[in-house]
């Protein structure tokens, strides 16, 4: 339990309406979007500024309690969930767009930003932050910055870290720091070390992200396959023709189901996956490129193709994708997202054995996947009432992680390690 003058202390610095600790309210920070574990923290803070948040890990320290941050809860593999107990500083209430500077493709934002509401801010400016989680309706700027987050643009543009240019964070005794980019090479670059920490170095307040500016034209495809197989060739001869889309989404037949049931896209129950594959840039040569991914759909086996005429078209195309993850409550009670990534190449061989492993395990698991770089997003369904399925869930989930180690890849593209993967470190690494 945590001490009583720790709280008054909190309360007496932020004001009693920016300190829960009632057990009704704590119960809402006792996991994240769905990670099994769960904890709930002694008190949660809202700090409305750095100079708050500095105040709070001071005080924390000198009390020697634990600290964990939050931004959203859209984590995935629990590094919000405080299994130490402690104090959870929630940054939801710092969502400032602080400065918006076009002419140096810039924006400045506090941590609780949502990267939606960024997005809808710089619309019609001719530019956009590239990042765009398939959470991004709810998840902050903060939150990738911590997981270094990625996303279906990934493949072109990049993850979080190329993004971000400037940090202001506070760390572990309560510092508050500024960050900026490394122009030596000699130097360290703490930037880099910051975004993908996921708050075990710092709690990041504000950051400053790199604007990029929209693109003149897209083509934005769907094409339907009888297998995956089929799908992850084409993707393989894309990339080899020297193509890099904006985006290639893969699809298996679970997902496709799950969806169509939701949302009524009119897509076909009986095709084994389906890509969404996005090319931007320069108006002049889409056409060009497009008509050979198209031939290149066809070589492999492409059984129905479908190309955005519009943008409505292309916005529907996208929801049918950003979709998929509240479609599947529609196959099971719960389901475990697990994130792993291995080289492009040996896409086909991961997902064969994603399926061994569900077998083994007499579990159904479904897949998405941002194909174009090689991150796997295999969902375990199970219901976790029943202690036997959530038990074979996370020895399935460990499996598939092991798996992609074995095929050269990561535990980890673009959720982090949290609490759920941090035993699996030492497969990575040495001690």
Same mark, same amino acid.
């Given at each position: 339990?945590?001490?009583?003058?720790?709280?008054?202390?909190?309360?007496?610095?932020?004001?009693?309406?920016?300190v829960l600790?009632?057990?009704?309210?704590?119960?809402?920070?006792? #996991?994240?979007?769905?990670?099994? &574990?769960?904890?709930?923290p002694d008190?949660?803070?809202?700090?409305?500024?750095?100079?708050?948040?500095?105040?709070v890990?001071?005080?924390?320290?000198?009390?020697?309690?634990?600290?964990?941050?939050?931004?959203?809860?859209?984590?995935?593999?629990?590094?919000?969930?405080?299994?130490?107990?402690?104090?959870?500083?929630?940054?939801?209430?710092?969502n400032?767009?602080?400065?918006i500077?076009?002419?140096?493709?810039?924006?400045?934002?506090?941590?609780?930003?949502?990267n939606?509401?960024?997005?809808?801010?710089?619309?019609?400016?001719?530019?956009?932050?590239?990042?765009?989680?398939?959470?991004?309706?709810?998840?902050?700027i903060?939150g990738?910055?911590a997981t270094?987050?990625?996303?279906?643009?990934?493949?072109?543009?990049?993850?979080?870290?190329?993004?971000?240019?400037?940090? &202001?964070?506070?760390?572990?005794?309560?510092?508050?720091?500024?960050?900026?980019?490394?122009?030596?090479?000699?130097?360290?670059?703490?930037?880099? %070390?910051?975004v993908?920490?996921?708050?075990t170095l710092?709690?990041?307040?504000?950051?400053?992200v790199?604007?990029?500016?929209?693109?003149?034209?897209?083509?934005?495809?769907?094409?339907?396959?009888?297998?995956?197989?089929?799908?992850?060739?084409?993707?393989?001869?894309?990339?080899?023709a020297?193509?890099i889309?904006?985006?290639?989404?893969?699809m298996?037949?679970?997902?496709?189901?799950?969806?169509?049931?939701?949302?009524?896209?009119?897509?076909?129950?009986?095709?084994?996956?389906?890509?969404?594959?996005? %090319?931007?840039?320069?108006?002049?040569?889409?056409d060009?490129?497009?008509e050979?991914?198209i031939?290149?759909?066809?070589?492999?086996?492409?059984? &129905?193709?479908?190309?955005?005429?519009?943008?409505?078209?292309?916005e529907?195309?996208?929801?049918?994708r950003?979709?998929?993850?509240?479609?599947?409550?529609?196959?099971?009670?719960?389901f475990?997202?697990?994130d792993?990534?291995?080289?492009r190449?040996?896409?086909? &061989?991961? %997902?064969?054995?994603?399926?061994?492993?569900?077998?083994?395990?007499?579990?159904?698991?479904?897949?998405?996947?941002?194909?174009?770089?090689?991150n796997?997003?295999?969902?375990?369904?199970?219901?976790?009432?029943?202690?036997?399925?959530?038990?074979?869930?996370?020895?399935?989930?460990?499996? %598939?992680?092991?798996?992609?180690i074995? #095929?050269g890849?990561?535990?980890?593209?673009e959720?982090?390690?949290?609490?759920?993967?941090?035993?699996?470190?030492?497969?990575?690494?040495?001690?």
């Amino acid at each position: 339990m945590i001490h009583t003058p720790l709280v008054r202390e909190l309360r007496a610095r932020l004001g009693a309406e920016n300190v829960l600790s009632a057990p009704s309210e704590l119960a809402v920070y006792d #996991c994240d979007a769905y990670t099994i &574990e769960r904890r709930r923290p002694d008190v949660v803070v809202l700090p409305q500024s750095t100079q708050q948040v500095a105040e709070v890990v001071k005080l924390a320290k000198r009390h020697d309690v634990p600290v964990v941050p939050r931004g959203a809860g859209t984590s995935l593999s629990g590094g919000c969930v405080p299994l130490g107990g402690g104090v959870v500083v929630v940054l939801a209430r710092m969502n400032r767009i602080v400065e918006i500077d076009l002419r140096n493709r810039m924006a400045v934002v506090e941590a609780g930003v949502p990267n939606l509401r960024l997005t809808q801010h710089l619309a019609g400016t001719g530019y956009h932050f590239a990042p765009d989680p398939a959470s991004q309706a709810a998840s902050t700027i903060g939150g990738n910055v911590a997981t270094n987050a990625g996303g279906p643009h990934t493949l072109k543009y990049g993850v979080t870290v190329n993004h971000v240019f400037g940090i &202001e964070a506070v760390l572990g005794d309560g510092w508050i720091v500024r960050l900026a980019p490394v122009e030596n090479p000699r130097e360290l670059d703490l930037i880099g %070390l910051i975004v993908g920490s996921e708050g075990t170095l710092g709690i990041v307040t504000k950051i400053w992200v790199r604007l990029t500016r929209d693109p003149q034209d897209y083509r934005t495809m769907r094409a339907v396959f009888n297998t995956v197989d089929d799908a992850t060739r084409t993707v393989t001869r894309v990339i080899a023709a020297g193509i890099i889309p904006a985006a290639v989404e893969l699809m298996d037949q679970g997902i496709m189901a799950a969806i169509e049931e939701t949302m009524h896209f009119g897509l076909p129950l009986d095709a084994g996956a389906m890509l969404v594959i996005e %090319l931007d840039g320069p108006a002049v040569g889409l056409d060009a490129q497009q008509e050979r991914v198209i031939e290149f759909c066809r070589d492999c086996g492409a059984r &129905e193709l479908l190309h955005a005429a519009d943008s409505r078209q292309r916005e529907r195309l996208w929801q049918c994708r950003k979709s998929s993850g509240a479609a599947l409550g529609r196959l099971s009670p719960s389901f475990l997202c697990q994130d792993g990534v291995v080289p492009r190449t040996r896409l086909p &061989e991961i %997902l064969r054995r994603i399926a061994e492993i569900g077998r083994k395990h007499q579990l159904r698991i479904v897949n998405l996947a941002h194909a174009g770089d090689g991150n796997v997003h295999p969902n375990v369904l199970f219901d976790d009432r029943d202690p036997d399925q959530v038990t074979r869930a996370l020895a399935a989930g460990r499996e %598939l992680l092991e798996a992609c180690i074995q #095929c050269g890849g990561s535990i980890t593209a673009e959720h982090g390690i949290g609490i759920e993967k941090v035993d699996l470190m030492e497969r990575l690494f040495s001690e």
